[in-house]
């Protein structure tokens, strides 16, 4: 009998898939381990729990989170990279609905490399207000009224969260409005 060689990554892999395409909830290690066409107990090799899979999901999550909103404000500065970054925080979502669930499921408190990737997501949205003038404090409490602000918003879309017939795009945009508005007058303060 040949046996099927696995590694993290393709446990991770078929987790992420899995939750994208069933729901983050339908991921068991049963499951997986189907997907892999493998018996639970060799998922074990490469992690060590249900709750190591979430986490790892929640990790992977936010480091393709970090490197779209990276992407998004390449050549951008203001609100400009406020609204790109906005933009590609909702479309990670979409395309990814499970695997950005996880996120919520596994606390980052105390867990170092959790903290680091959220604090890599916060740094990304950061850099890109620096065209604002804002001293270092500000833009930090800025970028993480944007990251909740994205967050909140992608979060009740992908759920279903806005019954309201009023169009979400347009919702979305002021949004951003709002957000620039409060970064535009924090500089203003600051100045």
Known sequence: ???????????????????????LDAVTLTRVAEKLGVRQPALYRHVDSYDALI??????????LAARLSEAAVGLAGDDAVRAMGRA?????????????ATDRYPCAGDAELDEAVGRVVQVLGLALVAYGLADDDRVHAARSMRSAFHGFAHLESGDGHPHPVDLD?????????????????????A
């Open 1 to 23: 009998m040949n046996r099927r060689t696995l590694d993290t990554e393709q446990v991770v892999e078929a987790a992420a898939t899995l939750a994208d395409v069933n729901g």
């Open 55 to 64: 986490r790892a999901l929640g990790l992977r999550a936010r480091e393709i």
């Open 89 to 101: 925080w909702r479309v990670m979502v979409r395309d990814h609905p499970g695997l950005y669930a």
């Open 170 to 190: 347009e919702s979305f945009d002021r949004l951003v409005d709002l957000l620039c508005a409060g970064i535009h007058q924090m500089a203003g303060v600051a």
